[in-house]
């Protein structure tokens, strides 16, 4: 069986907006990885922040024990960048 895109997605993918942007990571035989899904949902006054800058700052922060990560704890923060505005770091 092959994969064959929807047109829905041929058309979102034209437009510009990524369904897919990177590779999985490759595993060593010792490690693990985690990963870690960021959603947004803008109401009309930052979409209108975002229009004029069209720059956000995102950081993800996670703690994890060591040496074996049993427990993680982790947080999103975010900034719409203003005019002239910086990153934070």
Same mark, same amino acid.
């Given at each position: 069986?092959? =994969? !064959?895109?929807?047109?829905?997605? +041929? $058309?979102?993918?034209?437009?510009?907006? *990524?369904?897919?942007?990177?590779?999985?990571?490759?595993?060593?035989?010792?490690?693990?990885?985690?990963?870690?899904?960021?959603? =947004? !949902?803008?109401?009309?006054?930052? +979409? $209108?922040?975002?229009?004029?800058?069209? *720059?956000?700052?995102?950081?993800?922060?996670?703690?994890?024990?060591?040496?074996?990560?049993?427990?993680?704890?982790?947080?999103?923060?975010?900034?719409?960048?203003?005019?002239?505005?910086?990153?934070?770091?």
């Amino acid at each position: 069986m092959t =994969f !064959r895109p929807t047109l829905y997605m +041929r $058309l979102t993918r034209w437009m510009g907006y *990524r369904y897919r942007l990177g590779e999985e990571p490759q595993d060593p035989p010792t490690a693990g990885w985690m990963r870690t899904d960021i959603r =947004f !949902r803008f109401g009309w006054m930052d +979409r $209108l922040r975002l229009l004029t800058t069209g *720059r956000m700052s995102v950081i993800s922060i996670v703690y994890m024990d060591t040496p074996s990560p049993i427990n993680s704890v982790s947080r999103v923060d975010f900034r719409i960048l203003a005019p002239g505005d910086h990153d934070w770091y």
